[in-house]
């Protein structure tokens, strides 16, 4: 863990951190505590700062949470844009998705699982608000799916009759499902085997 910046301050002014750091202990606190179940004090420990720091960085906790969402989006969960952007076909991209995730949601030292397939699905309903932020934060990973898809589409690689949205939301379904069971123990070769069943049926789609 990279330790922060704890050097004597002036009485009076708000102890000076790195945001970025402050953002990666944050964002644990959040992924292993949830949103609801993370206190400004478990926040604040995490950091290794005050919670008049806090405010005045990132202005309120549900403000902190959206920013550690960003903040995880691009670094541990960037896997998913890397593996879609970087094959030649949609069904390879896709299963390079599938087949990367079991790895990345069963990381050892890392908390299990995604943190936004698993982050902030029932809120009380003063939190509403971040219940939809993270419900949007999925509907653009299965937009990512979507588009690579109708890109393989376009492309000539996927047959004209796949049912391009049912597909993707099966990959997201499996997705989602493989972050969840890593939640409740299961290891990298069970979510592999998973995934290769999933990479079966996108290559059964594919071949028309």
């Known amino acids: 863990m990279i330790n922060l910046d704890t050097a004597p301050r002036r009485r009076g002014r708000p102890r000076e951190f790195d945001i970025e750091t402050a953002l990666i202990h944050a964002a644990e606190t959040f992924w292993r505590l949830g949103y609801e179940g993370a206190s400004i004090v478990d926040l604040t420990s995490a950091m290794g700062i005050t919670?008049?720091?806090?405010y005045g960085a990132f202005g309120s906790k549900a403000e902190l949470y959206k920013r550690s969402l960003?903040?995880?989006?691009?670094t541990a969960g960037a896997f998913a844009r890397e593996a879609?952007?970087?094959?030649?076909?949609?069904?390879r991209a896709v299963c390079r998705l599938l087949r990367a995730a079991p790895?990345?949601?069963?990381?050892?030292g890392?908390?299990?699982?995604?943190?936004?397939?698993?982050?902030?699905?029932?809120?009380?309903?003063?939190?509403?608000?971040?219940?939809?932020?993270?419900?949007?934060l999925r509907a653009q990973k299965l937009a990512q799916v979507r588009d690579r898809l109708e890109r393989g589409l376009?492309?000539?690689?996927?047959p004209p009759h796949t049912d391009i949205s049912a597909l993707a939301r099966f990959?997201?379904?499996v997705m989602l499902g493989m972050s969840?069971?890593?939640?409740?123990?299961?290891?990298?070769?069970?979510?592999?085997?998973?995934?290769?069943?999933?990479?079966?049926?996108?290559?059964?789609?594919?071949?028309g």
């Open 51 to 54: 919670p008049q720091s806090l």
């Open 70 to 74: 960003s903040q995880y989006l691009e």
């Open 84 to 91: 879609l952007g970087q094959e030649p076909t949609a069904a």
């Open 103 to 108: 790895h990345e949601f069963c990381r050892p």
């Open 110 to 136: 890392s908390l299990p699982g995604c943190m936004v397939s698993t982050g902030a699905i029932a809120c009380a309903e003063e939190n509403a608000d971040i219940a939809a932020h993270v419900a949007s």
């Open 154 to 158: 376009a492309e000539g690689d996927v």
């Open 171 to 173: 990959v997201q379904a």
């Open 180 to 207: 969840l069971q890593a939640r409740d123990g299961a290891s990298e070769a069970e979510l592999a085997a998973v995934a290769e069943l999933a990479c079966a049926e996108v290559a059964r789609q594919a071949a």
